[in-house]
Each structure stands twice: as C-alpha cells, then as structure tokens.
C-alpha cells in the first residue's frame, strides 16, 4: 500500500454518507486511523472502483455492517495491562464492595474480553452476586461475538500469564472449557453482563454507574468529542465513582478535569464531586 | 529546493547503539521535529525516553496522543500502540491489528506521515530483524519524500535495512558516522535533492 486506496476527500464523503443514511456520526473520529481502516477494507474486499464501494455501503445494509465493523478497531484483550487489572482489584473494587450493588459501565467492549476479566475478579472477590456489569459497543456485530463468551485457545497462555500478573491465584483453565480452537467461558460469568448496542457520540447517558471502563476508545476521538464523551461519563458516574481510561489518555484539560482526582500512578480517577479539589 | 519538516526513524533489534549516538551529536536547534519508532517490549515506557534524552540537549519526550508536533523536539511512539501523523500535525495513537508482528509498526507511522508531509519527509531506516519499514519506504517515496538507510554493512542486525535496499529506490545509504551530519545538514536550509 504505497498509496492509500482512498484520499482524503473520500473519507469525507463516506462520512457524510453515514451520517445522511445510517445516522452514524464518524464527523469526530480522527482521520489518519479511520483512513486506514477504510483503505485496509477497499483493498481487502478488492472493490473496483470508489464509486462502487461508496454505492455498496449506501444502499446495503449488510455491507454498510460489515464497512463499520472493519473501520472500528475491535482489538482487545483479557486482563491487557494486568497492572491495571491488579489496582481494580486490590483498591477500587473493594472499595465498591461496601456498597449493596455495583453498577459497572464498560463502553467499547469490543467483543467482550475485559468484561469477562472484570467477571472473573468480582467472582473472587466475592462481589459477582451483587454486581451488574452493562458491557456496549458500537457495533451489534462485536456484541454478538462478545455473548458467546468464546475466545481463541491459542490466546489463553498469554491471558493465562496476564491473569497471574493481574493477581490472580486461581488456576486460570477452570474458567472455560476447551471446544477445539475455541475457549467457552462459564455461563456463570457472563450471567451479571449485559451487552447492548450503544454509541458514544450519539446516544445519552442511560444510568448512574460507581465504575465506567473506557480504554482505549478515545484515542480514536478529536480533542472535541473526547470531551463531549468525557462529559456523557460524567453525567452516568455517581460521586465518589471511578473512571478508567487507557494507558495515554487522560480527563486532565478536559471540562470535567477538576472535579476529579487521580489514582496515583495509574490511569483512574475518582469523582470527587466539588470544584477544585 | 525544498525544506524539510519532520524526520522519521524506524529502527528495530541493534538500533539503540545507533540513536544514541546520533542524538548525541544533532545539533541542538534542529528546524524540524525527529520522531522515534522503535520495537521494543511492552511496559516500562519511560526508560527509553530517559535514556536518549541524556544524550542531547533537545527536548525528548514520549509522544501524548493529540499532540502538536513541534521543531527541535525529539518524539518517541509509545509501547503498544501505532503512532500516525494526522494532517493538522498532530500526532494519535490506534491500537488496531500489529503489523509485521509489530506494535509499533514503522510502516504505520512512515505511510500516514508521508500523506501529511509529502516532499518534506525524510525518513531512515536502522537495523533491524524482520521488514517492518519498507512499505512505509515505498509511501514515502510515492509521495516525494526521501528515503534513507542505514548502511546494512555497519547494522548489527542487517536484514531490515537490507530489505529496504533490495525492494525501494534509497536516496542515501549512511554509515553511523554519517547519520548526525545528515541530520544536521537538514536542518534551517533548503536542501537538493
């Protein structure tokens, strides 16, 4: 790919496709990635022209699914940065614990591995029972794969060693069985997850949580809509509420920055309610 | 004549040595930003930054996502993610597929910053084990830039510059030595092609 599939203007023009047919808003994404994506799957699905590839994801459905899947990054994993896995389980769920119910938010759960890493450690806390985890994306597609609880054997040594980095002390193979090439997590961790379909730039804010997980999803975002996003978390988090985000992305500079305060040396921060604190 | 804006390094297994000596011999009001990608394990991201930044009066600093790429500034792409030049010169983060078995993928940063800077891109490729780099060569040349190699006689590991020279029309192969004067010949002039 010495040239991209697609110049810029293109990307403009598929964009504002979207949004007209399919009320999907793309307007705040950043360009280079989604540029990418969308030349990544002109080439993979050998398209003969732009012009036939634009009147595809216009008037089909099916390829109009299949165009957001592919220009969404849906690449994740369980327990990824098991440092971070290991705070929510030593310091912010337990701290949760003393409520009677934890409502957690995990937004862009891609197809579901973190959700299912956050079951597993409020299961050994001894918090599943009382926990409700609302696990949404974007994408119906992900969320289907994310239901069926199956991730690939051949992952399950790295996740293995994630886990055990991350704190845990079980052994981790007990979570699933084997089916061939595919892991089936136990229907009982998924039984407190509720997967459904909700986009960040669009849709409003649809409970109170104590936890909201969102890693790695603004980093697609312009500056704006990161904070329009950030405001979206600020309106779902109760006070005294945690929110997590990736490794390089941050509230600071954004509108709600000062009504939070950050874990020390990890990328959580808890609402403190009050101005300037 | 043309100025140059950004300067890209992609170096991979044996490149340390390289950077290390080369920031210490850049001069230190460089006209245009260097920016780093280098393979390199997961975790630990300050260490890297730390070490080159002792090398070079410059400002080092590890990329932050939606920064403004500035002159006389030494960037590295953080661990685990992709770093890509936006059109507004800014710099944002993808945590999509590895490619090449890499993350970051030199190729990644080299094709998005070829699009953005066009003819004022010079980009180098260091040592390394496998051929992460020479499509991004290949975008940088489609779009007039210049491509760059370090001599794969002088790598410790030579494949990766090798492959460049075997598949890429290189505009100049430089022994170490050579690196840091190309740098600074670059620098608040116009230069021929």
């Keep these: 790919m010495e040239l991209s599939a697609i110049n810029d203007e293109q990307v403009e023009m598929l964009i504002s496709d979207l949004l007209e047919q399919y009320g999907y808003d793309f307007t705040g994404y950043s360009r280079a990635s989604l540029k990418r994506r969308i030349s990544r799957l002109y080439s993979l699905d050998k398209a003969l022209s732009f012009a036939e590839f634009r ?42 614990g003393t409520y009677p119910f934890i409502r957690i938010w995990l937004a862009g759960c891609s197809t579901g591995e973190e959700a299912y890493s956050i079951s597993i450690i409020l299961k050994e806390l001894n918090l599943l029972h009382k926990s409700l985890i609302y696990a949404t994306d974007l994408n119906p597609a992900v969320l289907e794969k994310a239901a069926h609880g199956m991730f690939a054997m051949s992952q399950m040594k790295q996740y293995s060693e994630n886990y055990i980095l991350s704190g845990g002390t079980q052994d981790f193979s007990t979570y699933y069985t084997a089916n061939y090439s595919l892991a089936k997590f136990d229907e009982e961790l998924k039984q407190k997850i509720i997967f459904s379909t909700h986009n960040l730039v669009s849709d409003h804010s649809f409970n109170e949580f104590q936890l909201i997980l969102c890693r790695n999803v603004l980093i697609y975002f312009e500056r704006e809509l990161q904070h329009n996003v950030l405001d979206l978390f600020d309106e779902s988090l109760e006070d005294l509420g945690y929110l997590a985000l990736g490794t390089k992305e941050t509230v600071d500079f954004s509108r709600i920055a000062n009504r939070y305060k950050r874990l020390p040396g990890h990328k959580i921060w808890r609402k403190v309610g009050h101005e300037n604190m | 004549m043309k100025t140059c804006e950004a300067f890209i390094i992609g170096g991979s297994a044996g490149s340390l040595e390289v950077l290390l000596r080369v920031l210490s ?69 993808d945590y999509s597929e590895k490619i090449n078995y890499s993350r970051p993928a030199i190729d990644a940063t080299f094709q998005t910053a070829a ?65 840091a004067e190309f740098i600074n010949l670059l620098s608040n002039q116009s230069y021929h092609e």
């Design chain 2, 115 to 179: 699009e953005v800077y066009k003819k004022k891109l010079v980009c180098l490729l260091l040592s390394g084990s496998n051929a992460d780099g020479v499509n991004g060569l290949k975008s940088v040349k489609a779009w007039g830039g210049q491509a760059v190699i370090q001599d794969p006689a002088s790598a410790q590991v030579a494949y990766m510059p090798a492959q460049a020279k075997l598949h890429v029309e290189i505009d100049r192969i430089l022994g170490i030595e050579d690196i």
């Design chain 1, 55 to 96: 009147y595809r994801i216009y008037s089909d459905q099916a390829y109009f699914k299949r165009f957001v899947e592919q220009i969404t990054v849906n690449v994740t994993e369980m327990f990824r940065d098991p440092v971070f896995f290991k705070t929510l389980r030593d310091v912010v769920l337990p701290k949760l």
């Design chain 2, 25 to 93: 011999e850049v001069r230190s009001d460089l006209s245009f930003p260097i920016i780093i990608v280098v393979h390199r394990k997961h975790g630990a991201d300050s260490l890297l930054p730390n070490l080159l930044a002792s090398r070079t009066s410059l400002i080092v600093k590890e990329v932050d996502e939606k920064e403004k790429i500035n002159a006389g500034t030494v960037y590295v792409a953080p661990s685990d993610y992709h770093l890509l030049i936006e059109q507004d010169r800014t710099f944002s983060l």
